[in-house]
């Protein structure tokens, strides 16, 4: 019996390198310097591809933004959900953010793996539609396209 659950849960956060990023939490001191770079106003919309346990979804939604975020491992949603809970402008969809059309937002934030980035860049590039648009990465850098500012291992990506 513990042989099985040991598989399932390999399997549900294992499936996540194959699609973006391990669940890696982000320690709550760096999750202000990412919000702070992203400098979002309340009542914008944050979209976070890979929202693992909620931490970060939380302090956005308490700086009065409304989050949408994005994850595969069905536990990693139910305990966003649940930390986010108090908070109705915080939606947590369990699913492939891949394989998704994102709803508009005015930013994002991601910390996906370094192959990842090119991906990513050209899905943004394609979802602004002409738009300006923020985005911070955590630790790994878009190899295309220069970052507007940095602050430890985030980096801000404006696309104008």
């Not at 202000?32 to 106003?41: G, N, P, S």
């Not at 985005?135 to 970052?147: A, G």
């Amino acid at each position: 019996m513990l042989l099985w659950l040991f598989i399932v849960l390999a399997l549900l956060f294992g499936v996540a390198v194959l699609r973006g990023a391990p669940y890696l939490p982000t320690m709550r001191r760096d999750v202000e310097v990412a919000l702070d770079l992203l400098d979002l106003k309340p009542g914008q919309t944050m979209l976070e591809l890979g929202s693992g346990d909620g931490v970060v979804a939380k302090a956005a939604a308490k700086r009065g933004l409304k989050v949408i975020g994005y994850e595969l491992n069905p536990l990693l949603v139910l305990a966003s959900r649940f930390r986010c809970r108090k908070y109705p402008g915080v939606q947590i969809i369990w699913g492939d953010y891949w394989s998704k059309t994102w709803p508009q937002s005015d930013g994002m934030y991601v910390f996906l793996l370094d192959n990842y980035m090119s991906k990513l860049h050209a899905q943004i590039e394609g979802y602004r539609e002409g738009k300006s648009y923020r985005l911070v990465s955590h630790s790994f850098r878009i190899k295309e396209k220069k970052h507007a500012k940095s602050q430890r291992n985030f980096y801000l990506y404006l696309y104008k």
